[in-house]
Antibody
Framework: QVQLVQSGAEVKKPGASVKVSCKASGYTFTGYYIHWVRQAPGQGLEWMGW????????KSAQKFQGRVTMTRDTSISTAYMELSSLRSDDTAMYYC???????????????????WGQGTLVTVSS | DIQMTQSPSSLSASVGDRVTITCRASQNISNYLNWYQQKPGKAPKLLIYAASSLQSGVPSRFSGSGSVTDFTLTISSLQPEDFATYYC??????????FGQGTKLDIK
């Protein structure tokens, strides 16, 4: 079955960087984009960006451009999200999610996140 | 950017109740609307995609409807395991896959 397993919780100081991993299993890693979504304590879901594991191409939300780097290692079916210049308001649970694309006979494809990692808590505190 | 607004923000209901949650998009998104359920301490789980298609394994008491800008998620008969937070998400305007702010459903 499809599984995304993320790395463990991190505590970082302001200004530092954090790198979260997301190991995929149960499917062809290069066949599906991986997206990153975060959730601050008690808040809603915030989309951060995606990586195409096949090409390595990435796209991030404007809010995170210049601070987020998404990479992958296809040999171990793992995606990574690195966030730099951490601030206290970056304290959040970070999720990776598999992105399903359903092609339709007419119109744009359907897109949705059909499988999620368990989340990685990143705490930024001095 | 497309904004997604859910109502209500919170809702109290009893087991067996029929519950409806609404999601409104700031512009036409056709039927490119997904619904997720999130329980405390857990990752979100896909319930409905393309406004009304039930994800495999999701109980049939969950249903979705709507198009263009107005959408609803209905739970026909609430079960104890349904108390959670529900999020809508638009997938029309790529790559910004914006979520609604969430609707917390708790026990009355």
């Amino acid at each position: 079955q499809v599984q995304l397993v993320q790395s463990g919780a991190e505590v970082k100081k302001p200004g530092a960087s954090v790198k979260v991993s997301c190991k995929a299993s149960g499917y062809t890693f290069t066949g599906y984009y991986i997206h990153w979504v975060r959730q601050a304590p008690g808040q809603g879901l915030e989309w951060m960006g995606w990586i195409n594991p096949n090409s390595g191409g990435t796209k991030s939300a404007q809010k995170f451009q210049g601070r987020v780097t998404m990479t992958r290692d296809t040999s171990i079916s793992t995606a990574y999200m690195e966030l730099s210049s951490l601030r206290s308001d970056d304290t959040a649970m970070y999720y990776c999610a598999r992105f399903k694309i359903v092609l339709l006979p007419a119109g744009p494809p359907l897109y949705y996140f059909d499988s999620w990692g368990q989340g990685t808590l990143v705490t930024v505190s001095s | 950017d497309i904004q997604m607004t859910q109502s209500p923000s919170s809702l109290s209901a009893s087991v067996g109740d029929r519950v409806t949650i609404t999601c409104r998009a700031s512009q036409n998104i056709s039927n490119y609307l997904n619904w997720y359920q999130q329980k405390p301490g857990k990752a979100p789980k896909l319930l409905i995609y393309a406004a009304s298609s039930l994800q495999s394994g999701v109980p049939s008491r969950f249903s979705g409807s709507g198009s263009v800008t107005d959408f609803t998620l209905t739970i026909s008969s609430l079960q104890p395991e349904d108390f959670a937070t529900y999020y809508c998400q638009q997938s029309y305007s790529t790559p910004l896959y914006t979520f609604g702010q969430g609707t917390k459903l708790d026990i009355k």
